[in-house]
Nanobody
């Protein structure tokens, strides 16, 4: 099992940028697809972006496409989420999640079985 820890959240003004990191422990990380999800109070956990274990394939939610970029460094056991042009509606707790999947992509939270504790992102208007 892979343990995941998010970092990099914080408070930023609209139009600003943040980079989130998801750092893993465990040898299986390089075989894991990693997804980013977010959840606001009273709302469901929504898919944001995902990256294949190889790093060769990525997919994004329509609401963040063109503004967010997911990448990974398997040597550092880390996945990044670069968030640009942030909007107040991006405010949420952001979670990274992992799994070893034969098929791609996986965008449902219930597909993933390793989760981090989350990091708060707040975008002020």
């Amino acid at each position: 099992q892979v343990q995941l820890v998010e970092s990099g959240g914080g408070l930023v003004q609209a139009g600003g940028s943040l980079r989130l990191s998801c750092t893993a422990s465990g040898r299986a990380f390089s075989s894991y697809d990693i997804g980013w999800f977010r959840q606001s109070p009273g709302k469901e956990r929504d898919f944001v972006a995902a990256i294949r274990w190889s790093g060769l394939y990525t997919t994004y939610a329509a609401s963040v496409k063109g503004r967010f970029t997911i990448s990974r460094d398997n040597a550092e056991s880390t996945v990044y989420l670069q968030m640009n042009s942030l909007k107040p509606e991006d405010t949420a707790v952001y979670y990274c999640a992992g799994g070893n999947f034969p098929a791609w992509p996986r965008i449902r939270p219930n597909d993933y079985y390793s989760w981090g504790q989350g990091t708060q992102v707040t975008v002020s208007s």
